[in-house]
Protein backbone atom coordinates (compact mmCIF):
# COMPACT_ATOMS: atom_id res chain seq x y z
CA UNK A 1 0.00 0.00 0.00
CA UNK A 2 2.89 2.48 1.01
CA UNK A 3 4.28 1.63 -2.86
CA UNK A 4 1.05 2.79 -4.09
CA UNK A 5 0.55 5.68 -2.30
CA UNK A 6 4.29 7.43 -3.36
CA UNK A 7 3.43 6.40 -6.60
CA UNK A 8 0.50 8.34 -7.14
CA UNK A 9 2.39 11.53 -5.19
CA UNK A 10 5.14 10.78 -8.15
CA UNK A 11 2.77 10.74 -10.90
CA UNK A 12 0.55 13.17 -9.91
CA UNK A 13 3.89 15.61 -9.32
CA UNK A 14 4.90 14.45 -12.87
CA UNK A 15 2.04 15.32 -14.16
CA UNK A 16 1.60 18.74 -12.83
CA UNK A 17 5.23 19.45 -13.37
CA UNK A 18 5.39 18.24 -17.66
CA UNK A 19 3.86 20.78 -20.07
CA UNK A 20 1.92 18.30 -21.31
CA UNK A 21 -1.33 19.08 -23.15
CA UNK A 22 -3.52 17.83 -25.33
CA UNK A 23 -6.10 19.31 -27.88
CA UNK A 24 -9.58 19.96 -26.83
CA UNK A 25 -11.05 17.61 -29.08
CA UNK A 26 -9.82 14.97 -27.37
CA UNK A 27 -10.97 16.01 -24.15
CA UNK A 28 -13.82 13.55 -24.23
CA UNK A 29 -11.83 10.23 -24.97
CA UNK A 30 -9.10 11.71 -22.23
CA UNK A 31 -11.42 12.02 -19.50
CA UNK A 32 -13.89 8.61 -20.10
CA UNK A 33 -10.06 7.14 -20.27
CA UNK A 34 -9.14 8.74 -17.66
CA UNK A 35 -12.26 8.04 -15.45
CA UNK A 36 -11.79 3.98 -16.71
CA UNK A 37 -8.16 4.19 -15.02
CA UNK A 38 -9.20 5.93 -11.69
CA UNK A 39 -12.27 2.70 -11.72
CA UNK A 40 -9.17 0.06 -12.09
CA UNK A 41 -7.22 1.85 -9.21
CA UNK A 42 -10.39 1.82 -6.79
CA UNK A 43 -10.76 -1.85 -8.15
CA UNK A 44 -6.69 -2.26 -7.61
CA UNK A 45 -6.84 -0.94 -4.00
CA UNK A 46 -10.13 -2.89 -3.12
CA UNK A 47 -8.24 -5.87 -4.13
CA UNK A 48 -5.46 -5.35 -2.35
CA UNK A 49 -7.33 -4.55 0.90
CA UNK A 50 -9.52 -7.89 0.22
CA UNK A 51 -5.95 -9.94 -0.26
CA UNK A 52 -6.68 -10.51 -4.06
CA UNK A 53 -4.58 -8.54 -6.07
CA UNK A 54 -2.94 -9.46 -8.66
CA UNK A 55 -0.35 -7.77 -11.14
CA UNK A 56 -1.89 -8.93 -14.64
CA UNK A 57 -5.42 -8.46 -13.52
CA UNK A 58 -4.44 -5.17 -12.36
CA UNK A 59 -2.13 -3.98 -15.44
CA UNK A 60 -4.70 -5.55 -18.05
CA UNK A 61 -7.80 -4.28 -16.37
CA UNK A 62 -6.31 -1.01 -16.39
CA UNK A 63 -5.43 -0.62 -19.86
CA UNK A 64 -8.17 -2.77 -21.58
CA UNK A 65 -10.63 -0.64 -19.37
CA UNK A 66 -8.76 2.61 -20.75
CA UNK A 67 -8.48 1.52 -23.98
CA UNK A 68 -12.19 0.23 -24.27
CA UNK A 69 -13.65 3.38 -22.85
CA UNK A 70 -12.16 5.52 -25.43
CA UNK A 71 -12.69 3.05 -27.82
CA UNK A 72 -16.68 3.24 -27.35
CA UNK A 73 -16.06 7.47 -27.20
CA UNK A 74 -15.03 7.14 -30.38
CA UNK A 75 -17.45 5.26 -32.06
CA UNK A 76 -19.83 7.45 -30.70
CA UNK A 77 -18.42 9.88 -31.63
CA UNK A 78 -18.72 8.83 -35.48
CA UNK A 79 -21.80 7.29 -35.43
CA UNK A 80 -23.44 10.19 -33.88
CA UNK A 81 -24.15 8.65 -30.73
CA UNK A 82 -23.09 9.16 -27.44
CA UNK A 83 -21.36 6.00 -26.24
CA UNK A 84 -19.69 7.27 -23.72
CA UNK A 85 -22.42 7.71 -21.71
CA UNK A 86 -22.61 4.06 -21.40
CA UNK A 87 -18.71 4.01 -20.24
CA UNK A 88 -19.66 7.12 -17.47
CA UNK A 89 -21.78 4.77 -15.65
CA UNK A 90 -20.42 1.49 -16.08
CA UNK A 91 -17.04 3.04 -15.03
CA UNK A 92 -19.00 5.78 -12.54
CA UNK A 93 -21.21 3.42 -10.41
CA UNK A 94 -18.21 0.76 -10.18
CA UNK A 95 -15.91 3.92 -8.77
CA UNK A 96 -18.30 4.82 -6.07
CA UNK A 97 -19.15 1.21 -5.55
CA UNK A 98 -15.76 0.45 -4.67
CA UNK A 99 -14.72 3.59 -2.79
CA UNK A 100 -17.46 2.08 -0.89
CA UNK A 101 -15.94 -1.05 -0.31
CA UNK A 102 -12.68 0.51 0.89
CA UNK A 103 -14.31 2.66 3.41
CA UNK A 104 -16.03 -0.33 4.70
CA UNK A 105 -12.78 -2.41 4.95
CA UNK A 106 -11.00 0.44 6.43
CA UNK A 107 -13.48 1.17 9.20
CA UNK A 108 -13.77 -2.11 9.99
CA UNK A 109 -9.88 -3.26 10.19
CA UNK A 110 -10.23 0.39 12.57
CA UNK A 111 -13.30 -0.91 14.62
CA UNK A 112 -11.10 -4.67 15.17
CA UNK A 113 -7.98 -2.75 16.07
CA UNK A 114 -9.77 -0.82 18.62
Same mark, same amino acid.
Given at each position: ??????????????????? *??? @?????????? #?? =? &??????? $?????????????? *??? @?????????? #?? =? &??????? $???????????????????????????????????
Amino acid at each position: MFYAIIGTLIGVVVGLLLP *ITY @SPTYALYVSV #AI =L &ACLDSVF $GGVRANLEDKFDVK *IFI @SGFFGNAILA #AF =L &AYIGDRL $GVPLYYAAIFTFGGRLFENFATIRRLLLFRTKQKQ
